[in-house]
Structure formats: C-alpha cells, structure tokens
C-alpha cells in the first residue's frame, strides 16, 4: 500500500539561468554536461521515514566524509527523459516503469522503496518547474535522472539509516559522438560485469564503476561501446556497458538475451519487444553466444543487430571487434528492421504516432 502523497516544497531558484545563456548552450548540446536550474530532494531516515521533500535550486549536497556512499556505494539511479512534441506538449515515456525498477533497485542495495507515486512526483514537479529546459528538436530530450544514496555518517558495514534521493535533469542530444552513425563495439573477454547472484539487474552505480576499465578497453580499440559476456561460461552476450542488445536474423525473427538475473531488464527493451510483435515479427528471448554471432556474421544469417537503452534510443551495430579480429554486421550500415523499430519508438516518443499502449504520460 502506498504512504499518502508527500507535500512537496516548491522554492524557486533566485538565479535561474538567463534564457540567452540556456539558448546559446541549447544550439550543441552533448550528454550530461548540461544541467537544469533545479532539483528534487526528498531524505529518508529510520526514524520518520520520507519527509522533508522539495524542489529546490540545483546545488551541492554536504556531505560527511564517513557517509557510507563514499565508502560502500550504496547508490541507485535510474535514467529516463521527457520530450516535447510537436504539438508543444511535455511528455514522460513509461514513468511508472522507472519507479518500479528504482524499487527492485532499492530492495537489492537493501535501501528503502520509495512509493512510485513520490517517485513520479518529485520526476513531475522538477519537469514542471525546468520546462523550459526540456528540448525541442528530433534527437533532444531533457535527460532525467532520479538517484538515492546512503548519507549517514557511519563506517559500519550496513544499511544506511539515512538516504537522500534526488532528481536531477539534464537537456541531452545524441548519445554517440557519430549521431546516428552504426557503433562498434568490443567484446570484452577480459572483464564481466556481473554474476548470478550478484547486482546485474539492479541500477547500482558500482556496477558501472565496475564497467569503466572495460569500457576503456573499448575505447582504446577505437569502440564506442563493450558488450560484456556471461560471468560462468565467458560464452553468452549479456549486454552494453549501458545499453540492451537484440540480433536480426535472416528468417526476420530477432533474438534478444533473457532476463537471467544478470542484465537489466530495459525498459526500452522491453517497448521494442511489444513493438515488434505489433509488426509481426517475432522476438525470441534467449541466449545468443558468442560464437554464434561470428558464425551468423560470416554465414550472412545474422542481417542486422543493434543496442538500445534510454540514453542512446536504438543505435545500430554496424562492426564488432575482439582480441581475436574485427567482423562487420550486414553491410556495416544500420538495417531496415533497426530503423523501423527505432522509428516506431521515437514516433511514439514525440507524439507523432498513435500511442495505443498508453506509454506517454502527459504532464
Ligand atoms: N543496460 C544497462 C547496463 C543500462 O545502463 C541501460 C540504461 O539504462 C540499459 C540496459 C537500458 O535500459 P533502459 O532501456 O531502461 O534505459
Ligand atoms: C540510460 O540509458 O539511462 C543509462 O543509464 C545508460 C548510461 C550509459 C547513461
């Protein structure tokens, strides 16, 4: 049962951002570099439970050098963007679905769930409040993130008593450098990013800490991304550093690697499945090694494959390289069932197509 609904304390900032100044970064923007005016704050304690919510001006947290973050990571996030569409309507795309991640999250990290009614609130009233910093242009968005960390001031290894969460919202373009140019991505034979009965499906910020020396790697090879293969058998693709993997196959079916435990379930994984059931195409959950991928690469079997996650929408896979050579997807360029079904989500997304499941959310 959810706890009634938190009043919110709405203190507008003094010094807002002049609009000339918000204009002029808005002509490039980047991922995460941009920042909003505000943020929501809402703290929890073992005694009162969640109180003191607010919208506040965006500042620094102080912050005890014994809080337990900083020295056990007790952290969570989630990742999900409001857009504007072309009728000027601010939108959420599955909020709910953020919410009910964030609690398993929270249930993992051994932190308290915050009721999604809050949640979606405190997401609300920071967009409301920044609206103006939400933007307009196809591949723009305002990148939200909702996060909650362990504050008390104590070095005992065990749950916190005391957590803040926060949202926090940021005008975000392309999350790849090349636009919607083909990625390439390492496999990473050296590093995995998590075990059975480990954190894989929880968005805790230590398994991102986990993924960085990997994502290096990639990069040092000139990738954009590394795809990370199962922890037991160093056999089965898992997923992206930050993003679902799906595979088209020659017969038009899509394969996509289950919800083992070890991945996170996307919630844009999870629209594209529904998504291309609605075209027709059938999507089978389940392992994808591999050596298969070399061997449906080189027989030409594997058509098209591509990565997808809020931050990044649907990015095709045009080459894939490891420590034993390089092979490319297709043609190496993004395929024809990639785009549809990027084109199919983004329609939605900016309200240009019927959005018959109910996945936007007005505010
Ligand atoms: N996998 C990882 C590791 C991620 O960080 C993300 C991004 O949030 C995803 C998958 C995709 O999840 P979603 O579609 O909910 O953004
Ligand atoms: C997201 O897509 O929201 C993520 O958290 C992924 C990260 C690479 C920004």
Not at 122 to 135: H, Q, S, T
Not at 284 to 303: C, I, T
């Amino acid at each position: 049962a959810a706890s009634p609904r938190l009043p919110f304390a709405v203190k507008p900032t003094a010094h807002p951002v002049p609009e000339a100044d918000r204009l002029k970064a808005f002509e490039a923007l980047g991922f995460g570099t941009l920042f909003s005016d505000h943020m929501a704050v809402i703290r929890w304690s073992a005694d009162k439970g969640w109180h003191s919510a607010e919208i506040t001006a965006r500042a620094p947290f102080p912050i005890d050098p014994a809080a337990s973050v900083l020295h056990y990571a007790q952290e969570i996030f989630e990742g999900m963007k409001a857009y504007r569409t072309a009728d000027g309507r601010a939108v959420l795309f599955r909020p709910q679905e953020n919410a009910r991640r964030f609690n398993e999250s929270a249930r993992r990290m051994a932190m308290p769930e915050l009721p999604e009614e809050d949640f979606l609130a405190a997401v609300e009233g920071l967009v409301k409040i920044d609206a103006r910093w939400i933007p307009q242009g196809e591949g723009s968005s305002l990148y939200l993130r909702p996060f909650m960390f362990a504050s008390e001031t104590f070095l005992g290894v065990r749950p916190s008593k005391e957590y803040i969460f926060c949202v926090i919202a940021s005008p975000v373009g392309p999350y790849f450098k090349g636009g919607a140019k083909p990625v390439k991505i390492w496999v990473s034979e050296t590093y995995t990013r998590a075990a059975a009965g480990g954190t894989g499906a929880a968005k805790c910020g230590g398994n991102y800490a986990a993924s960085l020396v990997a994502q290096a790697e990639a990069a040092a090879h000139g990738c954009d991304q590394v795809v990370f293969l199962d922890a037991a058998e160093h056999r089965w693709v898992e997923e992206l550093g930050g993003m679902n993997v799906f595979f088209v196959l020659e017969d038009g079916s899509i394969v996509t690697p289950p919800l083992s435990g070890t991945i996170l379930p996307g919630i844009t994984r999870k629209s594209l499945i529904s998504l291309a059931a609605d075209e027709g195409l059938t999507v089978r959950e389940e392992p994808y090694s591999f050596d298969r991928w070399q061997a449906d690469a080189a027989s030409g079997r594997l058509k098209e494959a591509f990565a997808c996650g809020t931050a990044a929408v649907v990015a095709g896979i045009g080459a894939v390289k490891f420590s034993g050579g390089e092979f490319r997807i297709g043609d190496g360029e993004t395929g024809p069932v990639t785009t549809r079904l990027r084109e199919a989500l983004v329609g939605i997304q900016r309200g240009q197509t019927n959005d018959r499941n109910g996945w936007l959310h007005t505010l």
